[in-house]
């Protein structure tokens, strides 16, 4: 067996010419600018996409509740809503519906039936997320958002 030397090749990096003003991967500040404003406009129709996410949510739940032919279909809606829900949250200033709907993505991982306990765990996830938006509590609702986040967190422990 013979013996040869490893040799290592170190790629170049495109991000290090990425810094503000320099390399091809300049940022011009008036795309950026405009980036944000288009955030910010978007903000104020948030809830109105939120409560549509929430409407399947309570959609998929009763569907199965109704027909456990549909659980599948069903398992898949919730967490599709849910991570819909945790992933835009946050970018519109709604911290707490990402919190609570990693916590429900999370419960629903992985899970192929649901018992009448998980409905129950399901639900008041949704109903919390709901109370959100109603509410428009923004930000990570601070107290109250706590208990929130804390209160399913322990229900969903003792679930287990």
């Given at each position: 067996?013979?013996?040869?030397?490893?040799?290592t090749?170190?790629?170049?990096?495109?991000?290090?010419?990425?810094?503000?003003?320099?390399?091809?991967?300049?940022?011009?500040?008036?795309?950026?600018?405009?980036?944000?404003?288009?955030v910010?406009d978007l903000?104020?129709?948030?809830?109105?996409w939120?409560?549509k996410?929430?409407?399947?949510?309570?959609?998929a739940?009763?569907?199965?509740?109704?027909?456990?032919?549909?659980?599948?279909?069903?398992?898949?809606?919730?967490y599709?809503?849910?991570?819909?829900?945790?992933g835009?949250?946050?970018?519109?200033?709604?911290?707490?519906?990402?919190?609570?709907?990693?916590?429900?993505?999370?419960?629903?991982?992985?899970?192929?039936?649901?018992?009448?306990?998980?409905?129950?765990?399901?639900?008041?996830?949704v109903?919390?997320?709901?109370?959100?938006?109603?509410?428009?509590i923004?930000?990570?609702?601070?107290?109250?958002?706590?208990?929130?986040?804390?209160?399913?967190?322990?229900?969903?422990?003792?679930?287990?």
């Amino acid at each position: 067996m013979s013996e040869t030397a490893a040799q290592t090749i170190t790629p170049p990096n495109p991000l290090a010419k990425a810094i503000p003003g320099g390399g091809p991967a300049k940022i011009d500040p008036n795309v950026l600018r405009q980036a944000e404003q288009a955030v910010e406009d978007l903000q104020g129709d948030y809830p109105s996409w939120a409560q549509k996410d929430i409407d399947s949510l309570r959609a998929a739940v009763e569907d199965a509740q109704k027909d456990p032919g549909v659980l599948p279909q069903a398992i898949a809606e919730i967490y599709k809503c849910a991570l819909d829900l945790k992933g835009q949250g946050g970018g519109f200033g709604y911290d707490l519906i990402t919190s609570i709907g990693d916590l429900l993505t999370k419960f629903m991982e992985e899970r192929e039936a649901v018992s009448t306990r998980d409905f129950e765990i399901i639900c008041a996830h949704v109903d919390a997320m709901q109370a959100v938006i109603r509410q428009d509590i923004k930000g990570d609702g601070d107290k109250i958002g706590n208990q929130i986040v804390d209160g399913l967190s322990e229900l969903v422990l003792k679930e287990d």
